[in-house]
């Protein structure tokens, strides 16, 4: 397999309206779902880093992304034969405001290929210049939010939280200009190009953009298009079969979150925009880790006076957006009640999906009900007494094996110090009381449950991760990067592919985040500016 053999088949452009302008001129696009446009050429590109699974499924070897034609085609610079790059039309709402046109103003598709098992895959650039839907901004993205999305989409698949992938990461060798804190300080920055790759790129805001100009004609070519291309099961479109479309989107977002919550995942710009109509989660900004758990936390500084984003909100963020959703596709179907009551049905949809997934964290056997849950939410009081490494908790929690007399007879500290490895402060006597309590009434809970310690230890260990992104890990990746020193990037990407699994050698990724990094731009707060 060479690149040139890359099967394009460009479904997208061929059987959707493509605005008849050329070039970068920024304009409204009206009646198409995209524009037709080319990456720029940059000077001295040079790979940094690629996901060798991610070109597994184009069936692209070690060999083919290890060539100078590899880094030319997916920085921009030598577009491949078959490739017929775009940029799509989309609109959406932004921290609650209906934005207007949006569009890929920085991220260019190179085409859809289909691989030898059948499976497409949309290719898209990320960085890779101007395009009509720039407004004022340069089509640029800097090294630091490269490494950043690299990195972290690859290691959610791991993790297994449905996401969009990527498939490099080159520096483009030219300069971008950043004010990073918004401050008055620009600085120049390495720019780079990531490749990401999904079975499409669509958003909510893809939808919405049409509605809101009534123009149902494209709307309904775009529903038809993503039905037929990406939820082919669902048969051929009509009125029922868009309403079960939106049910199955419905069912997806909420699976994504339940996934976000498991994880300790924190998005940072939840925009109907930056929400993909397959439940993937998309455009990697300023995402951050849960640390200390603390479900008020954002790491999001545009974000930082309302939290609108924060951990504990994206549930209902989601359900937010999906109203935006079924706002935008109601004008083709016609009819109200049916998409409201599959609205009205998320937050049980959520809440049962949150509930199961909560209580396999405890490796518990099974949800037991009312009680259980009084026991998850206890549990998340408990874990902001004293600040708790959400990640390192579960996995010590996993470690934890006394029975119900075991845990009566022992004193708090003794059933305090199996976790105590996880928190950010002193422990004190209130402290260990309150979570002693708790550990004292899972201990009850445990008793119901016929699995042995081991078994449970093992399936606590299979969806509690031991190493997740964290934030200063990535920004340590970034600063070796700027130096020219890519190690840690490919370490992270590798170790990042067995998240559950201790690896020897490799306890540095999955420690508490350190002290120098609590109050440091990247590691405890970042920026939209990327
Ligand atoms: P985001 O908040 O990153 O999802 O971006 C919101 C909108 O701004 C999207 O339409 C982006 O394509 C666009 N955008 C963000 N950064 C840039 C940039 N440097 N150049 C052009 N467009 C951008
Ligand atoms: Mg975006």
């Given at each position: 397999?060479t690149?040139?053999?890359?099967?394009f088949?460009?479904?997208?452009?061929?059987?959707l309206?493509?605005?008849?302008?050329?070039?970068?001129?920024r304009?409204?696009?009206?009646?198409?779902c995209?524009?037709?446009?080319?990456?720029?050429?940059?000077?001295?590109?040079?790979?940094?880093?690629?996901?060798?699974?991610?070109?597994?499924?184009?069936?692209?070897?070690?060999?083919?992304?290890?060539?100078?034609?590899?880094?030319?085609?997916?920085?921009?610079?030598?577009l491949?034969?078959?490739?017929?790059?775009?940029?799509?039309?989309y609109?959406?709402?932004?921290?609650?405001?209906?934005?207007?046109q949006?569009?890929?103003?920085?991220?260019?598709?190179l085409g859809?290929?289909?691989?030898?098992?059948g499976?497409?895959?949309?290719?898209q650039?990320?960085?890779?210049?101007?395009t009509p839907?720039?407004?004022?901004?340069?089509?640029?993205?800097?090294?630091?939010?490269s490494?950043?999305?690299?990195?972290c989409?690859e290691?959610?698949?791991?993790l297994?939280?449905?996401?969009?992938?990527?498939?490099?990461?080159?520096?483009?060798?030219?300069?971008?200009?950043?004010d990073?804190?918004?401050?008055?300080?620009?600085?120049?920055?390495?720019?780079?190009?990531?490749c990401?790759?999904?079975?499409?790129?669509?958003?909510?805001?893809?939808?919405?953009?049409?509605?809101s100009?009534?123009d149902?004609?494209?709307?309904?070519?775009?529903?038809?298009?993503?039905?037929?291309?990406?939820?082919?099961?669902?048969g051929?479109?009509?009125k029922?079969?868009?309403?079960e479309w939106?049910?199955e989107?419905?069912?997806?977002t909420?699976?994504?979150i339940?996934?976000?919550?498991?994880?300790?995942?924190?998005?940072?710009?939840?925009n109907?925009?930056?929400?993909?109509?397959?439940?993937?989660?998309?455009?990697?900004g300023?995402?951050?880790?849960?640390?200390?758990?603390?479900p008020?936390w954002?790491p999001?500084?545009?974000?930082?006076?309302?939290r609108?984003y924060r951990f504990g909100?994206?549930?209902?963020i989601?359900?937010?957006n999906?109203?935006?959703?079924a706002?935008?596709l109601?004008a083709?179907?016609?009819?109200?009640?049916?998409?409201?009551?599959?609205?009205?049905?998320?937050?049980?949809?959520?809440q049962?999906?949150?509930?199961?997934?909560i209580?396999?964290?405890?490796?518990l056997q099974?949800?037991?009900?009312?009680?259980d849950l009084?026991?998850f939410?206890?549990?998340?009081?408990?874990?902001?007494?004293?600040?708790?490494?959400?990640?390192?908790?579960?996995?010590?929690?996993?470690?934890?094996?006394?029975?119900?007399?075991?845990?009566?007879?022992?004193?708090?500290?003794?059933l305090?110090?199996?976790?105590?490895?996880?928190?950010y402060q002193?422990?004190?006597?209130?402290?260990?009381?309150?979570?002693?309590?708790w550990?004292?009434?899972?201990?009850?809970?445990?008793a119901?449950?016929?699995?042995?310690?081991?078994?449970?230890?093992?399936?606590?260990?299979?969806?509690?991760?031991?190493?997740?992104?964290?934030?200063?890990?990535a920004?340590?990746?970034?600063?070796?990067?700027d130096?020219?020193?890519?190690?840690?990037?490919?370490e992270l990407?590798e170790?990042?592919?067995?998240?559950y699994?201790?690896?020897?050698?490799?306890?540095?990724?999955a420690?508490?985040?350190?002290?120098w990094?609590r109050?440091?731009?990247?590691?405890?707060?970042?920026?939209c500016?990327?």
């Amino acid at each position: 397999m060479t690149l040139q053999s890359l099967n394009f088949d460009n479904r997208f452009l061929h059987q959707l309206p493509v605005d008849p302008l050329q070039g970068i001129g920024r304009r409204q696009v009206v009646g198409a779902c995209a524009s037709r446009i080319k990456p720029t050429a940059v000077a001295a590109p040079k790979l940094m880093a690629h996901a060798q699974e991610v070109a597994d499924l184009l069936n692209l070897s070690p060999q083919d992304c290890a060539s100078p034609e590899f880094t030319q085609a997916f920085v921009g610079n030598k577009l491949l034969d078959a490739m017929d790059p775009y940029a799509c039309c989309y609109g959406g709402h932004q921290f609650g405001n209906w934005a207007g046109q949006l569009g890929d103003g920085r991220a260019i598709n190179l085409g859809e290929i289909i691989n030898q098992q059948g499976q497409r895959w949309a290719l898209q650039l990320k960085g890779a210049g101007q395009t009509p839907y720039s407004r004022s901004a340069d089509g640029l993205a800097v090294l630091r939010s490269s490494v950043r999305e690299f990195l972290c989409s690859e290691a959610m698949h791991h993790l297994g939280v449905p996401t969009t992938r990527a498939l490099s990461l080159i520096l483009t060798g030219e300069k971008v200009l950043r004010d990073m804190l918004y401050d008055g300080h620009p600085e120049y920055e390495q720019g780079a190009v990531v490749c990401r790759v999904a079975p499409s790129f669509t958003r909510f805001g893809s939808f919405q953009i049409h509605a809101s100009r009534g123009d149902t004609k494209v709307l309904q070519q775009l529903m038809d298009y993503t039905i037929t291309t990406d939820f082919p099961h669902l048969g051929t479109p009509s009125k029922a079969v868009y309403i079960e479309w939106f049910n199955e989107v419905v069912e997806r977002t909420a699976q994504m979150i339940v996934e976000w919550m498991r994880v300790g995942f924190v998005h940072g710009v939840m925009n109907t925009d930056n929400m993909s109509i397959l439940g993937l989660t998309i455009d990697y900004g300023p995402y951050g880790w849960l640390e200390p758990f603390d479900p008020n936390w954002t790491p999001n500084t545009t974000d930082a006076e309302h939290r609108r984003y924060r951990f504990g909100q994206q549930p209902q963020i989601a359900h937010w957006n999906l109203v935006q959703l079924a706002e935008a596709l109601v004008a083709v179907i016609g009819e109200v009640e049916p998409l409201q009551a599959i609205i009205n049905d998320y937050p049980r949809l959520y809440q049962q999906g949150w509930q199961t997934m909560i209580a396999t964290k405890l490796g518990l056997q099974a949800y037991g009900g009312e009680q259980d849950l009084a026991l998850f939410n206890d549990l998340h009081q408990s874990l902001q007494v004293i600040e708790t490494d959400m990640t390192l908790f579960f996995r010590c929690l996993a470690n934890y094996n006394f029975s119900p007399e075991q845990a009566k007879a022992a004193s708090d500290a003794q059933l305090v110090d199996i976790i105590s490895a996880a928190y950010y402060q002193p422990r004190t006597e209130s402290s260990d009381q309150d979570m002693a309590a708790w550990l004292r009434r899972y201990n009850e809970r445990l008793a119901q449950d016929t699995h042995s310690h081991s078994v449970r230890q093992q399936r606590m260990n299979q969806v509690n991760p031991l190493y997740v992104m964290r934030n200063y890990l990535a920004q340590l990746a970034i600063d070796e990067a700027d130096q020219g020193d890519f190690d840690k990037v490919h370490e992270l990407l590798e170790v990042m592919r067995q998240p559950y699994t201790e690896q020897i050698g490799k306890e540095e990724y999955a420690q508490k985040r350190p002290d120098w990094a609590r109050e440091r731009v990247g590691c405890s707060m970042l920026s939209c500016s990327s």
